[in-house]
């Protein structure tokens, strides 16, 4: 199907395999990494300098979450209607993440569909606006050609795949670290960001394939060594609330290997087996007598 896809425009779309970003993109593809080190500073700072009122003033995080949302709605709109570029793949699955931490959790102050947000959950009710961006999306990108350069733009350029999951990994950093009260937190939380904003950065900058998905994977799989070291260490020997035995470090080298496993196989596995085979059909392509030993002699 891809080698289908393929065949057509694949001037364009190879061209731009090998062109960074463009600046506009740049801007948008940067936002998902740029938004959590600006809310991380500002929750911390009203947090440092007024820690009872950032709890009585719940509607603050409900604010900075609900403007963080429409920020993604309409860049994941934008991106469609402009056929899937790079910087857009930064966005489906970092909105998937985004609307399963809204499905379990509430916003203090906010209503609705006549839900108020104190008294339960948003539960189904979280889906409403990625599913509304998604048909606005689909509504005002009625051509063939938009789909058909999504199929061509990741036959060309699988790193989008890594991009993909690569986008979901500051909140994937904020959840592993919830429930870890510590002063190494906040340092180690804020150079995570700022790597992933790194990698993210020369991604969308960088015009070779390679170089693309190493920033990818180098800074991701180096902030999530860090990560697990931290964890690592605060966990060893503790033993809190509802927890039948005591934490050792066996367990944590263990869940470590195999997170920085799972984190190779998901950056590296899809974008490297969808290149070997588009160098593969495009070699047999250029040599027809590639595949067929016969028609050597």
Excluded: C
């Excluded at 995080?61 to 609900?66: C, D, I, M, Y």
């Excluded at 402009?82 to 930064?90: I, K």
């Excluded at 203090?108 to 189904?124: C, D, K, Q, V, Y």
């Excluded at 027809?288 to 030993?293: A, E, R, T």
């Amino acid at each position: 199907m891809f080698a289908q896809y393929s065949q057509s425009n694949k001037t364009v779309i190879a061209e731009e395999r090998n062109q960074p970003e463009s600046i506009f993109g740049q801007w948008f593809g940067m936002v998902p990494f740029i938004l959590p080190i600006l809310l991380f500073l500002v929750m911390n700072l009203f947090l440092f300098f007024s820690p009872t009122a950032f709890f009585v003033n719940e509607w603050f995080s409900a604010l900075l979450q609900n403007s963080v949302l429409l920020v993604y709605l309409f860049a994941y709109v934008i991106g469609w209607k402009q056929g899937f570029p790079r910087w857009w793949y930064a966005y489906p699955a970092t909105m998937v993440m985004t609307t399963l931490i809204m499905q379990n959790s509430s916003s203090p102050g906010a209503s609705i569909l006549g839900f108020r947000s104190e008294n339960a959950t948003w539960g189904w009710r979280a889906w409403v606006p990625l599913i509304v961006a998604t048909f606005i999306a689909v509504a005002i990108s009625s051509s063939a050609d938009t789909y058909r350069k999504l199929w061509q733009g990741i036959w060309h350029d699988p790193t989008r795949l890594s991009f993909l999951f690569y986008g979901t990994l500051p909140f994937w950093s904020v959840m592993i670290f919830d429930e870890v009260a510590d002063k190494v937190t906040t340092p180690v939380m804020l150079i995570s960001f700022v790597l992933f904003f790194v990698g993210a950065f020369f991604y969308l900058r960088t015009n070779q394939y390679w170089l693309r998905i190493s920033f990818l994977f180098g800074t991701a799989f180096l902030t999530s060594l860090l990560q697990f070291v931290v964890l690592g260490i605060y966990w060893t020997g503790r033993q809190e609330f509802l927890m039948n035995v005591t934490t050792n470090w066996k367990e944590q080298i263990t869940g470590a290997t195999f997170g920085l496993f799972m984190l190779t196989i998901v950056l590296l596995f899809p974008a490297m087996l969808l290149e070997i085979s588009r160098i593969f059909i495009r070699r047999n392509r250029i040599n027809p007598s590639f595949s067929n030993p016969a028609n050597s002699h």
